[in-house]
């Protein structure tokens, strides 16, 4: 009975999930406008304690924005000027 339960179960959720409207897929953003992004870093601050991975997580932002097709400037550790 209980195995029963859980295949009605299983049935009624893939009823619903194939009721759903299905999302079609458009054009690319990059294709839609030219896309630009500055990515920032920095570990290193004057009044602050030296932060740890600031430096790696814009690279890795800046790294997946380009792969989307952004147009990346990447600066690390920046002073005020």
């Known amino acids: ?3 029963i339960a859980r295949i009605a179960n ?4 893939l009823n619903l999930i ?3 409207p299905t999302v079609t897929q458009t054009a690319p953003m990059t294709t839609l406008a030219k896309r630009r ?3 920032i870093g920095n570990d290193s601050y004057a009044s602050v ?3 740890v991975n600031a430096r790696e997580d ?5 790294s997946n924005l380009t792969s ?3 147009q990346v400037t990447l600066k690390l ?3 005020a000027r």
């Open 1 to 3: 009975k209980i195995q």
């Open 10 to 13: 299983l049935e009624e959720k």
């Open 18 to 20: 194939q009721q759903q």
């Open 37 to 39: 992004a500055l990515v």
């Open 49 to 51: 304690t030296k932060l």
């Open 58 to 62: 814009a690279k890795s932002i800046a």
């Open 68 to 70: 989307v097709g952004y």
């Open 77 to 79: 550790d920046l002073n």
